[in-house]
């Protein structure tokens, strides 16, 4: 049974990170006049409420967003902040958007959107959520949604892996997955987030993953854990086939992030 609920964790400096290359990626693809696909396998539920009693009981998001917005990290016109702007001025100024929701305000008529949500009650959330885009949102495993959708029509596309990690098995596996995914769809941008743990159990994945995909950005932050103890002290983000630029936001992030 799923436990983790992205609720507690939104907009925390991981999300500052993943959503910030998200953002600015499709921003970079979405420049090209030619359609295209975007894939989440771990979708979540779209839309989060940082004034609700789960984001107030951990406080990550007053340690990433909030703190990111009153220290101006991000330029005004930065695709990130854009998104957030329009997802306040429709929600109230407490909301923030999940990737699907990001994913959702970049894309243009005859783009595409697949999203995977395994969690009953984030999966219901997320169709709501979604309602005003048009987003086609599965019950389904996202590993598996990524094998029977890809190549996906238009072939230009991104897919984000953003799993919780809840089942250790992950590190193991998903190495694996992206590069069958990578060889049945070699145009397709693919983004991985992954926490990196004080234990180092990321390490071996990590390590796999570069060495089979020796020309992929692979970015990494690091930031104080969210409690004394906390095992999260960084996130990072492999990405296959970047788009041009990215790799100048991840150098960017990084100046950030090293402030900390
Ligand atoms: N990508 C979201 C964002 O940035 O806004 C956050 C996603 S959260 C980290 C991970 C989600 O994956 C959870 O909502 C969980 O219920 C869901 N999940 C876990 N295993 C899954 C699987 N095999 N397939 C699809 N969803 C899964």
């Given at each position: 049974m799923l436990s983790y609920q992205h609720l507690y964790h939104a907009g925390n400096l991981a999300d500052v990170h993943k959503h910030a290359l998200?953002?600015?990626?499709?921003d970079y693809m979405t420049r090209k006049d030619k359609p295209l696909s975007y894939?989440?396998?771990?979708a979540g539920r779209g839309l989060y409420d940082l004034a609700g009693p789960e984001a107030l009981k951990t406080g990550e998001a007053a340690a990433g967003i909030t703190r990111a917005l009153a220290e101006q990290w991000f330029a005004p016109d930065h695709p990130y902040l854009r998104h957030l702007a329009e997802v306040r001025d429709r929600f109230g100024p407490a909301a923030y958007p999940g990737s699907p929701l990001i994913a959702a305000l970049a894309l243009r008529p005859g783009d595409a959107m697949q999203l995977a949500e395994l969690?009953?009650?984030?999966?219901?959330?997320?169709?709501?959520?979604?309602?005003p885009w048009t987003g086609n949102v599965h019950r389904v495993s996202g590993f598996d949604m990524a094998f029977s959708r890809t190549p996906p029509e238009p072939k230009r596309g991104l897919l984000l892996?953003?799993?919780?990690?809840?089942?250790?098995?992950?590190y193991r596996a998903i190495p694996e997955f992206l590069g069958k995914v990578a060889r049945k769809w070699n145009v397709g941008v693919l983004m991985l987030w992954y926490p990196i743990l004080s234990s180092g159990l990321q390490l071996d994945m990590v390590i796999r993953l570069?060495?089979?995909?020796?020309?992929?950005?692979s970015h990494e932050v690091r930031f104080p854990p969210a409690r004394p103890?906390?095992?999260?002290?960084?996130?990072?983000?492999?990405?296959?086939?970047?788009?041009?630029?990215?790799?100048?936001?991840?150098?960017?992030?990084?100046k950030r992030f090293a402030r900390l």
């Open positions: 998200l953002s600015a990626a499709l894939l989440e396998t771990h969690h009953p009650a984030e999966h219901a959330a997320l169709t709501e959520a979604i309602e892996c953003d799993p919780s990690f809840e089942v250790k098995e992950d570069r060495q089979a995909f020796p020309d992929a950005l103890g906390h095992g999260m002290v960084g996130s990072g983000m492999f990405v296959i086939n970047p788009p041009w630029g990215l790799a100048d936001e991840a150098a960017r992030l990084s």
